[in-house]
C-alpha cells in the first residue's frame, strides 16, 4: 500500500496543528522563494502560499498519489513537483517541511544539505515527528519481529532517524545557523479506542510495512498490531501523546 491521501487526511486537523506553531518561527518577507519538501497533500503548501505575501511555493514529494491531490491546488503562486527531499535542489529563502524528514535516514548529513540550499539572509524551518519511542509504534516493531512477519520481511523494521533536539541544535549550529530555535511538544490527540489508534498508524508509519508485505498478509498484520493495541488500551478513551520536533535557524547575510 502506497501513500493513501484519503487515509492520512481522516486525522487532518491533528496532523495540521503543529504547522501554526512552525509559522510563528518563520521571518516574513515580501517574495519569498519557498520549498516545501515532503508536501505530501499540498494543503499545508497552500497554507504557506497563502501566509507569506508575494511568495512563491514549490511543493516536493516523492509520491505520485500525493502529488495528484496536491496538484488541485496549484496556482499562480504554488507548484509541486516529484522528488526526493534528500535529493532537493536550488536555492530558497525559505526552505520549509512539515512530518516528512522523519522518512529520509542519516540526518547527520541532511540537515547541513537542507541548510545549503538556504539563501544568505533566508531560513530552515522543520517539523519532525519524534514519536518512535511510542507504545503504538514499539508495537508495530514488535509485530514486525513476529512470524510469519519476521520471515517474510527478511528481520527487516524500521528504525527512527530522528535524533534528539540537542543534536539538531549542534547541527543547525555547526552549518552555519544563526537565531536557532530547537524544541520538542507533544501534541496529544483523544482517541476513542485502540481501534483509532491503528487508524492513525495506518496512514503513515503503517505504509513501509505494507508496501513490504504481499498484500494477503495485510489483513493479518493489523490484526495482530491491533491486538497489541488492545492489551495495552483495553478500553478507551485513549489519550495518544504525539511528540514532535520543531526546528529553526537563519543564515547571515
Ligand atoms: C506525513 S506526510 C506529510 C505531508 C505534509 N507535509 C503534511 O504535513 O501534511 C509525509 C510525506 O513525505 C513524503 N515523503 C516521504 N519520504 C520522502 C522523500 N524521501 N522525499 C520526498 N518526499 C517524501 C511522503 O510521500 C508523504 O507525502
Request: include cysteine; charge should be negative.
Amino acid at each position: 500500500m502506497p501513500w493513501d491521501p484519503e487515509q492520512y487526511h481522516k486525522f487532518r486537523a491533528e496532523r495540521f496543528a503543529p504547522f501554526d506553531d512552525l509559522l510563528t518561527l518563520i521571518h516574513i518577507h515580501q517574495e519569498m522563494t519557498v520549498v516545501d519538501l515532503g508536501c505530501g497533500t499540498g494543503e499545508l503548501s497552500r497554507r504557506l502560499a497563502d501566509r507569506l505575501p508575494g511568495a512563491h511555493v514549490l511543493g516536493l514529494d516523492s509520491s505520485s498519489t500525493m502529488l495528484e491531490k496536491a496538484r488541485l491546488q496549484q496556482s499562480h503562486n504554488l507548484d509541486f513537483s516529484q522528488g526526493s527531499l534528500e535529493g532537493a535542489t536550488g536555492m530558497w529563502d525559505l526552505v520549509f517541511s512539515h512530518a516528512a524528514i522523519h522518512w529520509v535516514d542519516d540526518h547527520h548529513s541532511l540537515i547541513p544539505r537542507l541548510f545549503s540550499l538556504v539563501t544568505p539572509g533566508g531560513q530552515l524551518a522543520v517539523q519532525t515527528p519524534a514519536n518512535h519511542k511510542h507504545p503504538a509504534h514499539v508495537a508495530i516493531i514488535d509485530t514486525a519481529l513476529q512470524e510469519p512477519f519476521r520471515s517474510v520481511l527478511d528481520g527487516w523494521f524500521r528504525t527512527s532517524p530522528v535524533l534528539e533536539i540537542d543534536s539538531y541544535a549542534e547541527l543547525l549550529h555547526t552549518s552555519g545557523g544563526s537565531e536557532i530555535t530547537v524544541y520538542e511538544k507533544v501534541y496529544p490527540t483523544v482517541m476513542p479506542d485502540a481501534e483509532a489508534v491503528a487508524e492513525w498508524t495506518s496512514g503513515t508509519t503503517l505504509v513501509p510495512y505494507f508496501e513490504r508485505l504481499p498484500q494477503e498478509l495485510h489483513e493479518s498484520f493489523l490484526a495482530c498490531y491491533k491486538e497489541k493495541l488492545r492489551r495495552i488500551w483495553p478500553s478507551g478513551p485513549v489519550y495518544y501523546t504525539f511528540r514532535r520536533i520543531l526546528f529553526s535557524a537563519c543564515k547571515g547575510k
